[in-house]
């Protein structure tokens, strides 16, 4: 009998062990690079050309709504999966029932370290009398594994391609 317990306990220590040791070989799976909208850039207002910046004059507003992503690492890097949420506004001084803008994904390596930037072109309908329409754009990027092999600093930054004048607007009506 004693020996039945003492193997009983052998094994239950064994089956343990292995666990323990399954469970320890299987590497921790790397957290996605940070991806995220990029303040002063996350939104936007499309004034009529030759208007001023009165209410009356908006064409479109548009903002980046949110940003989702997955990741899978290999040998070469990490390839990222997105989806970017754009929201689009008509505004009063629209006369053409879509909103056409541009977004930029761009990988930062360091602070104020660019190393890559794709700009993308938008179409937005405003069908019907619809005001407010929203798309969600599904981008793929490759961010090939740094010198250093410490993905620690990586950061993928998403905007609207807007002007220096747009930027200023933005900063002046912060929080409006």
């Known amino acids: 009998m004693r020996s039945k317990i ?3 306990k052998f094994v239950l220590a064994a089956t343990a062990a292995l666990a323990v040791s399954a469970c320890a070989s299987k590497p921790e799976p790397k957290a996605c690079p940070p991806a995220g909208a990029v303040a002063g850039v996350e939104r936007m207002t499309s004034f009529r050309p030759g208007g ?3 209410l009356t004059e908006v064409q479109f507003t548009a903002r980046v709504d949110s940003v989702e992503s997955v990741c899978q690492y290999d040998d070469d890097g990490v390839e990222v999966a997105m989806n970017v949420r754009l929201v ?3 505004g009063p001084a629209d006369t053409a029932r879509q909103a056409d803008l541009q977004y930029f994904v761009a990988i930062e390596n360091g602070s104020g370290n660019f190393t890559a930037k794709k700009i993308y072109d938008v179409s937005m309908p405003f069908e019907g009398n619809r005001r407010r329409v929203g798309i969600v754009e599904e981008v793929d990027i490759m961010i090939p594994t740094p010198a250093d092999k410490n ?3 990586i950061r993928i930054l998403i905007g609207l391609q807007i002007t220096a004048e747009q930027v200023d607007f ?5 929080g409006q």
């Open 52 to 54: 001023g910046e009165d």
């Open 151 to 153: 993905f620690a600093e």
């Open 170 to 174: 933005n900063r002046r009506t912060k």
């Open 6 to 8: 003492i193997l009983a």
């Open 88 to 90: 689009a506004e008509r």
